[in-house]
């Protein structure tokens, strides 16, 4: 008689392949599909062990209480700031992310709002599509080249973003409280107004959270100024985006590239009447082959914990 699979709870829609690789091996429950939680719950919650979810979807204490069993959560991306920490650590449940496979996608995404805002690509694609380049030229942009990006938040994803930055020509800068760190020769900023000072282009990509919530505020972006653009490639909680609105439609700052929102897929109906604000739904890591990488990881860690009970890319909580 073969063995009974291992339960495992799927918070929302994954990557196809993650779904085959889980539906093949595990008993899969999906949490869209149930409609009375309660009534599931009193059936099933006992055997789940295992819930994956993604950075997006995070979890619900409330849901993970009617678990009592649950040993182990499996998200996918590398933020898990939708997760309490704090709930899972009380109750010895396991956590992993999927590090690093999305570097490059998050920083190509960077660099790809910054060029987007600074030579006006999304507003002169309208301008063409609108017919209107027979009646007049296109107003100029602005150079990378030479300028200084900021970095808010130099982890893994940081200083992928400057490599590429400074293959760009650009001058990188960086924000961390405290010490500089080591490895890197970049200009380190300890205070953050100061950095958005001298910064063309501030890029924010720290991790989200408590601690990040609103770190780019109205003086921050008071300090970047008028010539300056703003891209956030983190987390819509990082950026005030009442300020940010504000000190848009103030002509404060130049412009901004955003990939992430306070209220998604929520976008604030100011920024859609803004030609200097390019804006893109969360898709920093969403390219082919990083979304395969990171379902592939998300999958490794789950048999290497229900197989050897040990996870590829644990979060230490
Ligand atoms: C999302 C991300 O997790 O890795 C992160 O932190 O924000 C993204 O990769 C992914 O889009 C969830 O589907």
């Given at each position: ?6 339960d ?74 939708a ?18 496979v ?27 599509r ?9 107003p ?33 800068a ?53 010539k ?15 300020a940010?609105?504000?000190?848009l ?8 590239g ?60």
């Amino acid at each position: 008689m073969s063995e009974k699979k291992t339960d495992i709870l799927v918070w929302g829609q994954m990557h196809a392949s993650l779904m085959q690789n889980l539906e093949r091996d595990y008993s899969v429950h999906k949490l869209a599909d149930i409609n009375d939680i309660e009534a599931w719950a009193d059936q099933h919650g006992t055997q789940v062990r295992g819930v994956v979810t993604s950075g997006v979807f995070g979890t619900d204490n409330a849901i993970l209480d009617r678990l009592p069993n649950l040993e182990v959560v499996n998200s996918f991306g590398v933020g898990y700031d939708a997760v309490d920490t704090q709930y899972l650590s009380r109750r010895g449940i396991k956590l992993s992310n999927t590090p690093d496979v999305l570097n490059n996608a998050v920083a190509e995404t960077a660099m790809a709002l910054m060029l987007c805002v600074s030579r006006r690509i999304s507003e002169a694609e309208r301008f063409v599509r609108a017919g209107q380049w027979p009646n007049g030229k296109f107003p100029l942009g602005n150079d990378l080249c030479g300028k200084t990006c900021g970095i808010v938040g130099l982890g893994k994803i940081g200083k992928t973003i400057a490599k590429r930055a400074a293959a760009f020509e650009m001058n990188i800068a960086y924000f961390r409280r405290g010490r500089p760190y080591d490895d890197v020769s970049y200009r380190h900023y300890g205070d953050l107004r100061e950095l958005a000072q001298d910064s063309d282009y501030l890029i924010v990509i720290v991790p989200g959270g408590p601690d990040t919530q609103h770190l780019i505020d109205a003086d921050v972006l008071r300090a970047l100024g008028p010539k300056s653009f703003l891209i956030n490639v983190a987390r819509g909680t990082v950026v005030d985006e009442k300020a940010l609105v504000a000190s848009l439609l103030a002509s404060e700052i130049a412009g901004a590239g955003l990939d992430v929102f306070d209220d998604e897929p929520n976008v604030p109906a100011e920024l859609l009447k803004l030609d200097n604000v390019v804006l893109t739904p969360h898709i920093g890591s969403g390219t082919y082959e990083t979304r395969q990488a990171m379902a592939d990881l998300v999958f490794a860690n789950v048999k290497g914990y229900f197989e050897k009970g040990t996870l590829v890319t644990p979060v230490e909580l």
